[in-house]
């Protein structure tokens, strides 16, 4: 069977989380030929992966949301289209999300070559919109509407205009423009659609809309109706749609996803990585660590952990912290936690970089995480492979990590509020200041990790959906 494994923003270009996440299930799965659909920003990441790409990697497709239009032949005038009344129809659906034609519009776009600039300032594109505004938003001013959605539209035109590889299966690892594509090759191919949402793609991108200041007033809800409009495709044409956690999957099923095609599937982790860790030497036995394996960007909200961690600092002050991870992400953001540290004169807060973690792992009290947004994070498990409690922020699924959802092993950290320097900095004083406390807790975390959370399972479970696409006959 060939698989296509669509993920947007994250693998072959990003490491750790959904992107670790996709290669081990391609490593894991050799007997199976995988097409890699990257959706990226622009060209600059271009070929410029993280991973080396397993063997059983046979192709790789990136798509360019925010390209030029390569419509055309070099030096003459690009194609003009002029839409039928069924295509209008289909493209006005689109636009006031009203029982969407998409079978129309992935033909309209997909099958048939012309400019998506001249399309987007033409006529036809003009009247829709001038008809979307008088029914929903005559209130705006037009021009402001008109150019919103020309700029709102031109990622999806993209993606629609995607010349897609064949596959058997298609995997996105999100909803939104993956999910988009994967839909469009259940009704150009007929092929079959497994989604597996690591965090609900479209809460992620209605918060950061929300906090968003290069938008606005009754455009944030414009953006954020355009993102669940693309996920209410991806669910209504998959076979199967997979979350990590109960509550994740009530939540698909709030945003129009049939109850009967979901499925939980936890993250897992390999715990023998962590068997036999070692305190590194240059870990001060007298001081208490404080690990923090992430990204350096504004979702992890570093700034907050650094805050917190100063004002933990005045009560205990042996304590060290380590943020492990890629920095060049953000670099902008990374830059302004740099001088934050600098500022606040830390010297007790330690940027590693890239780094294998499990060098790092044994000589840690604990683990942080300050997220704004998660899914089910794999470094609060691996944390607890290494019997390390976690300090987490109250989202995506670290209540249910932390807490437990279905069994009585008791607290394995403790949970915060986001963005609440107080309460962090409380947890990080709490945790050092009661060792005891802390080595129960880290206990409790592993009793979880094993009893649920073990990467064996995981692959077991994907082995069986993979088989049921294989030998269903659809």
Request: hydrophobic share 40%; with cysteine.
């Amino acid at each position: 069977m060939r698989i296509c494994i669509v993920a947007e923003g994250c693998y072959p270009y990003m490491v750790g989380g959904v992107s670790s996440w996709v290669h081990s299930m391609i490593r894991q799965f050799p007997d199976y030929e995988f097409i890699i659909l990257a959706i990226v920003a622009n060209r600059s990441f271009r070929g410029k992966f993280k991973y080396e790409l397993p063997e059983n990697v046979i192709e790789v497709y990136e798509l360019y949301l925010d390209d030029c239009d390569w419509t055309g032949d070099y030096g003459k005038r690009h194609r003009r289209i002029k839409l039928n009344n069924q295509e209008h129809e289909a493209l006005k659906s689109l636009l006031l999300n009203q029982n969407v034609d998409w079978e129309t519009l992935v033909h309209l776009f997909n099958e048939k070559k012309f400019s998506l600039n001249d399309f987007l300032m033409g006529e036809d594109f003009f009247q829709a919109v001038l008809e979307c505004y008088q029914i929903r938003y005559p209130e705006i001013l037009f021009s402001d509407f008109l150019w919103t959605m020309r700029s709102m539209y031109l990622p999806l035109f993209h993606t629609l205009k995607m010349d897609l590889p064949k596959a058997d299966l298609y995997h996105c690892v999100a909803t939104g423009y993956a999910g988009v594509l994967g839909s469009m090759a259940k009704i150009k191919y007929g092929s079959r659609l497994l989604i597996s949402e690591h965090g609900i793609y479209t809460r992620e991108r209605e918060e950061e809309l929300i906090r968003a200041d290069w938008v606005s007033g009754i455009y944030k809800n414009i953006w954020i109706e355009q993102f669940k409009k693309m996920s209410k495709l991806a669910y209504d044409r998959a076979d199967l749609v997979t979350s990590l956690y109960a509550h994740a999957r009530e939540l698909q099923i709030e945003l129009g996803c049939p109850a009967d095609k979901t499925s939980i599937t936890p993250n897992g982790i390999d715990p023998a990585r962590f068997d036999g860790l070692k305190r590194p030497e240059a870990m001060e036995p007298d001081m208490v660590h404080i690990g923090a394996v992430l990204r350096v960007t504004p979702i992890k909200d570093v700034k907050t952990m650094i805050r917190a961690f100063a004002y933990a600092k005045r009560d205990v002050p042996n304590l060290k912290l380590w943020i492990m991870g890629p920095t060049d992400e953000d670099e902008e953001y990374a830059r302004e936690c740099f001088d934050l540290v600098e500022l606040m004169e830390l010297p007790d807060v330690v940027f590693t970089g890239r780094v294998n973690v499990t060098e790092y792992l044994g000589g840690l009290d604990f683990t942080i995480l300050t997220s704004i947004s998660e899914g089910q994070p794999l470094t609060i498990l691996e944390g607890y492979a290494a019997k390390l409690p976690a300090i987490a922020t109250d989202v995506g699924n670290c209540r249910g990590l932390l807490y437990g959802e279905d069994d009585d092993f008791g607290e394995a950290g403790i949970l915060t509020h986001i963005m609440n320097v107080k309460e962090i900095a409380d947890a990080m004083v709490n945790l050092a200041r009661h060792p005891v406390r802390r080595k129960q807790m880290g206990e409790n975390g592993y009793r979880r990790v094993m009893a649920k959370y073990k990467i064996s399972d995981m692959h077991q479970t994907y082995r069986k959906i993979y088989e049921t696409f294989e030998n269903i006959d659809w």
